[in-house]
């Protein structure tokens, strides 16, 4: 074999070996929460997690009532898929307008 050709070769074997490396730490980055399913309520329910709007109890039973009964749940089930993630949107929205708009001078109370 021509020294060109053993590191064509070469080169092949490590871009494989590299591919699988990448696929292996993809696997073990994606199995994580499966691993330590406590590990993860703990952060959803760590202190500070609601100041930063992450996410709420009501969005957490939504999601574990989805997991269980999606599929059966047919054209409901889709829609409510879809307001659990479109929720985090629509809230930081309406949070960055109520920030931004002044604060609406106090009105005098009606007179009788």
């Not at 080169?11 to 590299?18: D, I, S, T």
């Not at 959803?44 to 957490?60: D, E, H, I, V």
């Amino acid at each position: 074999m021509s020294p060109r050709r053993r590191s064509e070769l070469e080169m092949r074997k490590e871009l494989v070996r590299l591919r699988m490396e990448m696929q292996r730490q993809q696997l073990d980055y994606h199995a994580e929460p499966l691993r330590h399913p406590l590990r993860q309520l703990g952060h959803l329910f760590a202190p500070g997690r609601a100041a930063r709007g992450k996410g709420t109890p009501l969005a957490f039973g939504g999601v574990l009532l989805l997991t269980l009964f999606g599929k059966r749940l047919g054209r409901f089930g889709k829609l409510a898929r879809f307001a659990l993630e479109v929720y985090p949107l629509v809230s930081a929205g309406l949070r960055q307008y109520r920030e931004s708009r002044p604060p609406k001078p106090p009105q005098a109370p009606p007179k009788p």
